[in-house]
């Protein structure tokens, strides 16, 4: 199993650019998130997703879209990026929910908008 | 709103002595758990603990939680220079929807 994949690794976008990090698992799990991880804030949950079709609204979720039309992938997109993107992202999934579940994270998306 | 917040920030310590992070938080939890992340790489999950639980252990660490006084401790024993990283603790509760907050974590430097 490769686990939680994201791609890109690295990307330089500019200021109202948008993009769209991938995000996949090949571990059959239901639920998957995306974080964002800034110096001196911890990660902070932008959305999840508890299934095929279903998202909803993280902790800071302005200025991104995701949809999960499969149970494998959950992209996270940028509509029009500012500098205030700038971070790490990272994708996550857990196989039945967050609470009390083992969560897989994917090996980071660094993000810097100039 | 962080829930988790670790303790010390940093934290420098020779090989084979022992390292102690602290977590504390706000509200009641259901879990707690502890991460690892190398520097960049994703997160790892070391230890999960339960509201119900008051120690756990794997390996060479050892997980204790106080609900009384909203506190988690990771002990890690005979440190190696791999054990270098950061550690973050991470809460779900009935109030964040089962959804997992993760504190600022604490940077670990193993010297060897």
């Known amino acids: 199993n490769a686990g939680v994949t994201q791609t890109p690794k690295f990307q330089v976008l500019k200021t109202g650019q948008s993009m769209t990090l991938q995000c996949a698992q090949d571990m059959n799990h239901e639920y998957m998130s995306w974080y964002r991880q800034d110096p001196g804030m911890g990660l902070r949950l932008i959305h999840y997703?508890?299934?095929?079709?279903?998202?909803d609204q993280g902790e800071v979720p302005n200025g991104y879209n995701v949809s999960r039309s499969t149970t494998e992938d959950f992209p996270l997109r940028l509509l029009s990026a500012a500098p205030s993107q700038t971070s790490v992202y990272f994708c996550?999934?857990?196989?039945?929910?967050?609470?009390?579940?083992?969560?897989?994270f994917g090996e980071g998306s660094w993000l810097t908008v100039v | 709103s962080q829930q988790g917040e670790e303790d010390p920030q940093a934290l420098s310590i020779q090989e084979g002595e022992n390292a102690t992070m602290n977590c504390s938080y706000k509200t009641s939890i259901n879990n707690l758990q502890w991460y690892r992340q190398n520097s960049g790489r994703g997160l790892v999950h070391l230890i999960l603990i339960r509201s119900n639980e008051r120690e756990k252990h794997s390996g060479r660490l050892r997980v204790t939680l106080d609900t009384s006084k909203k506190s988690s401790s990771l002990l890690i024993t005979a440190s190696r220079a791999a054990d270098t990283a950061s550690y973050f603790c991470a809460t779900d509760s009935e109030t964040s929807g089962s959804r997992l907050t993760f504190g600022e974590g604490t940077q670990l430097t193993v010297n060897p």
């Open positions: 996550a999934s857990s196989y039945s929910g967050f609470s009390g579940n083992t969560i897989y």
């Open positions: 997703s508890v299934g095929a079709g279903i998202t």
